[in-house]
């Protein structure tokens, strides 16, 4: 298996322009997670989702930051309008179904670098 | 609000030597936690995990301590190797599903041959 995969690996942008983000997790896997990673903040979980479906956005900055999953072995993260705070690693990790007793496992993919001039 | 806390943003140590990093938690409702290692230009990767059922869970070179009364778990790593070399990033999660991790800030180590 090829991991997840993202796209692009580094995103060079200009404040105002929208960014598109993308995320291909690993085949069979239930859950799909954003993360953004910065220095003052670490890792930041943004969205993830069970099964396509959206289950908690509540770590999405503001209203400018959209996720889409439309099916299940792809997803987007969107910025519209873009700023320079916006600057950071976007990481997309996946993971198997829920098993309820033990810990599964996060998959990373090798994460966006954006940077928005 | 940071959950998940690592106050020492880099350490460095000798290769042969025991590497600690340590990392605070404020939420008691946490049921796991874990180390993820991280290179440049990758994505974070799993270490170690232990259950807040236990104190102690040992993998080779690799010993997670958890204190729960304190709030505060440590990574030893025995001996050091260059290869070691990386950001380790401590989460914590519940077992409410999904797997949801919290993240610290991370911790650069470096082993010096």
């Known amino acids: 298996d090829a991991g997840v995969i993202q796209s692009p690996r580094h995103e060079v942008t200009e404040m105002g322009q929208e960014v598109t983000l993308r995320c291909k997790p690993i085949?069979?896997?239930?859950?799909l997670f954003w993360y953004r990673q910065t220095m003052m903040r670490g890792l930041e979980l943004l969205i993830y989702?069970?099964?396509?479906?959206?289950?908690?956005d509540s770590g999405m900055p503001e209203d400018r930051f959209s996720a889409k999953m439309p099916n299940a072995s792809f997803s987007t993260l969107k910025i519209q309008p873009s700023e320079p705070r916006d600057s950071a690693v976007y990481f997309c990790?996946?993971?198997?179904?829920?098993?309820?007793?033990?810990?599964?496992?996060?998959?990373f993919g090798p994460g966006t670098r954006l940077t928005v001039l | 609000d940071q959950q998940v806390k690592q106050n020492s943003p880099s350490l460095s140590v000798q290769e042969g030597r025991i590497s600690i990093l340590n990392c605070d938690y404020t939420?008691?409702?946490?049921?796991?936690f874990l180390w993820y290692k991280k290179y440049p230009a990758e994505g974070p990767t799993f270490l170690i995990s232990?259950?807040?059922?236990?104190d102690k869970n040992e993998d080779g070179r690799f010993t997670v301590f958890l204190n729960k009364s304190a709030k505060h778990l440590s990574l030893h790593i025995v001996p050091s190797q260059p290869g070691d070399s990386a950001v380790y990033f401590c989460?914590?999660?519940?077992?409410?599903?999904?797997?949801?991790?919290?993240f610290g800030t991370g911790t650069r180590l470096t082993v010096i041959p």
């Open positions: 990790a996946s993971t198997p179904r829920w098993k309820g007793s033990s810990y599964n496992e996060q998959f």
């Open positions: 085949s069979g896997h239930d859950y």
């Open positions: 989702f069970n099964n396509n479906v959206p289950i908690d």
């Open positions: 939420n008691s409702m946490f049921d796991y």
């Open positions: 232990i259950s807040s059922i236990k």
């Open positions: 989460a914590a999660m519940r077992k409410t599903g999904a797997n949801n991790l919290f």
